[in-house]
């Protein structure tokens, strides 16, 4: 995990951080997340608010999301584009190929929120607070 302000002489262990110690250490709300250093996939994540928590909703939460994740391989911001190009287009060299690859249903508008919102459920009840068995007295 790079360090976004610069406060560290080197990236962060991700590991060892987490999104709180993160954001009480270095004030920062913009976090830029490198996935796959060879396609080098650049992400921002910006912390727009932290509030209170409302009894009976399920965090962390998902408030907006824009385009389908592109497929794992397809080669970084320029191969995603070629790739959206040749299913495009029915008269591309490479769109038969492509829609193979992909499985043949690739849509690019699809953000795939609903098993976002599912896996970010799951991930609610593995860190929910669970409550212990008191223990035996002798």
């Not at 796959?36 to 727009?48: A, M, N, V």
């Not at 962390?60 to 385009?67: D, E, F, I, Y």
């Amino acid at each position: 995990m790079p360090d976004p302000d610069g406060f560290y002489d080197s990236p962060m262990d991700a590991k060892k951080m987490t999104l709180e110690k993160l954001l009480d250490q270095t004030a920062t709300r913009t976090i830029q997340y490198v996935y796959d250093f060879g396609d080098d996939w650049d992400h921002s994540i910006r912390i727009e608010r932290v509030g209170e928590a409302t009894q009976g909703v399920t965090y962390p939460r998902l408030l907006k999301a824009a385009g389908a994740c592109p497929p794992e391989g397809v080669g970084g911001a320029w191969g995603y584009e070629e790739f959206l190009e040749a299913l495009a287009d029915p008269d591309h060299e490479q769109h038969e190929d492509m829609v193979h690859w992909s499985g043949g249903n690739f849509d690019a508008e699809d953000t795939g929120a609903d098993t976002i919102i599912e896996r970010f459920e799951r991930l609610a009840k593995k860190w929910a607070p669970r409550r212990r068995k008191p223990k035996a007295t002798i």
